[in-house]
């Protein structure tokens, strides 16, 4: 079983929609939590961390669930430039191993 | 401040050549440090983490190894490449709760 589960998608929505994902963790000694964004043919980038209390940073919300296992990210207003494949992270071990979701694209389109 | 640098870039290598990815981090003291294997359109495969030098753990067996011969040095080796080693590898650093990912290696195996 994956660490780490989250829909592939595509996601396309137009420009200013509000658009949400999940992501399904297995390993409830997961100790901390983050989304990640990559762009085409580029390095992963730390979006945010991802609180239990969740925590908001601009148009960007994110949320922890810990008795159903889950993480998940909203992205409200989008933007043209918010297209990028969104990865869901943990870590377990005593935060040494970053476990790393297979992505979920989104296209946000004029 | 922390940087991170990995070369080269992009490499094609014949089946059954050796390899050898090479990964230094700067401004930072003791870090763990990461190799990823991102497929086409997949997600990240940890594939080696390392707490420590010497300290190399192995996620998944496969046709590749790790060494860390100092602090801020990691490598990446094979010893005969497989087809199925394409791919793009990301090496990474964290303290804490952080992981900073190089700019990548896009290896074709041909």
């Known amino acids: 079983r994956k660490e780490v589960e989250q829909d592939p998608g595509p996601f396309n929505v137009p420009e200013g929609a509000t658009v949400a994902f999940n992501c399904t963790y297995s390993?409830?000694?997961?100790?901390?939590f983050f989304w990640y964004r990559q762009d085409c043919r580029k390095e992963p980038k730390l979006l945010m961390s991802?609180?239990?209390s969740g925590n908001e940073d601009g148009r960007f919300t994110a949320q922890l669930n810990r008795a159903s296992q889950y993480i998940s990210l909203l992205i409200r207003d989008s933007k043209l430039s918010d297209s990028a494949t969104y990865l869901c992270?943990?870590?377990?071990?005593?935060?040494?191993?970053?476990?790393f979701g297979s992505g979920t694209k989104l296209n946000v389109k004029p | 401040s922390q940087t991170i640098h990995q070369w080269p870039a992009t490499l094609v290598q014949p089946v059954g050549s050796p390899l050898s990815l090479e990964c230094t981090v700067e401004?930072?003291?003791?870090?763990?440090l990461y190799w990823y294997r991102q497929a086409a359109g997949r997600g990240l495969q940890l594939l080696f983490y390392?707490?420590?030098?010497?300290?190399i753990s192995s996620e998944v067996p496969q046709n590749l190894s790790a060494s860390r011969p100092q602090d801020r040095q990691f490598i990446l080796s094979s010893k005969k490449l497989l087809l199925s080693d394409s791919g793009f590898y990301l090496c990474?650093?964290?303290?804490?709760?952080?992981?900073?990912f190089g700019q990548g290696t896009r290896l074709t195996v041909v």
């Open positions: 990474a650093w964290s303290v804490k709760l952080e992981a900073f």
């Open positions: 390993n409830s000694a997961s100790q901390s």
């Open positions: 991802v609180y239990s």
């Open positions: 992270v943990v870590t377990v071990y005593n935060f040494n191993k970053f476990y």
């Open positions: 401004g930072t003291s003791n870090p763990n």
């Open positions: 390392s707490v420590g030098i010497g300290q």
